[in-house]
């Protein structure tokens, strides 16, 4: 069975503070899919990246970047210089590749303060 | 608007009634997911349809829900006698292939408050 464990619930950082959000994925696929996705406050989710399990290369698109690695089975995704309007429920799920379906984890609050 | 597109958005639903969800995919979508967001928690899959069939309901509840995809029209999920525990928002996503390395295109959701 696959699962998805973000331990961060909640997570509060001032503007312009870095902030790191953490995922630790299980799963007995060698072949699968990894995703984050932002959820602001307004409910409707928004896609940021996909990442396959060939390709543990890290990814940078502005301020967002995300460390994907293997051996730990992490995914982890950093924002540089927070901004007030990141702040939103941040989650980490997990496809198979067969038929798609995700498994997400149950998401860490991100509040950043002015 | 060519995302995937969820009515309504607010659905208030006294105990016992009938709640139906609609899913209209990406133009050219043919797989549907729906999944349910139970507060404070993250989403969680219930099923997998592909058009006029349904490929994967391991996470239907195994009564009152039901899903259909037919072959003209929206993706419909209906829960039969809803129940308080109910009471969650409901998205709906959408993609090309219906393989994982697709991204699924998710709706705004539809928010079931049953009273």
């Known amino acids: 069975a696959q699962k998805v464990t973000q331990a961060q619930t909640e997570i509060s950082v001032v503007e312009k503070e870095d902030v790191t959000l953490d995922c630790v994925y299980e799963t007995r696929d060698t072949t699968y899919y990894l995703f984050w996705y932002k959820q602001p406050p307004s409910g409707e989710l928004v896609f940021l990246i996909r990442r396959n399990s060939f390709d543990e290369q890290n990814e940078i698109s502005g301020r967002y970047s995300w460390n994907f690695q293997k051996s730990t089975s992490s995914f982890n995704f950093t924002i540089t210089a927070s901004q007030v309007v990141d702040s939103a429920v941040y989650f980490c799920a997990l496809s198979d590749t067969n038929a798609g379906k995700s498994t997400f984890g149950d998401g860490t609050t991100l509040t950043v303060k002015p | ?115």
């Open chain 2, 1 to 115: 608007n060519a995302g995937v597109m969820q009515n309504p958005r607010h659905l208030v639903r006294r105990r016992g009634q009938e709640a139906r969800l609609r899913c209209s995919p990406v133009k050219g979508h043919s797989h549907v997911y729906w999944y349910r967001q139970l507060p404070e928690e993250g989403l969680k899959f219930m099923v997998y349809l592909q058009k006029e069939n349904i490929i994967d309901e391991s996470g239907m509840p195994k009564e009152r829900f039901s899903a259909e995809f037919p072959k003209e029209g929206p993706s419909i999920l209906r829960i039969q006698q809803v129940v308080r525990g109910d009471s969650a928002a409901y998205f709906c996503a959408s993609s090309p292939q219906g393989q994982g390395f697709d991204e699924q295109y998710f709706g705004p959701g539809t928010r079931l408050t049953v009273t």
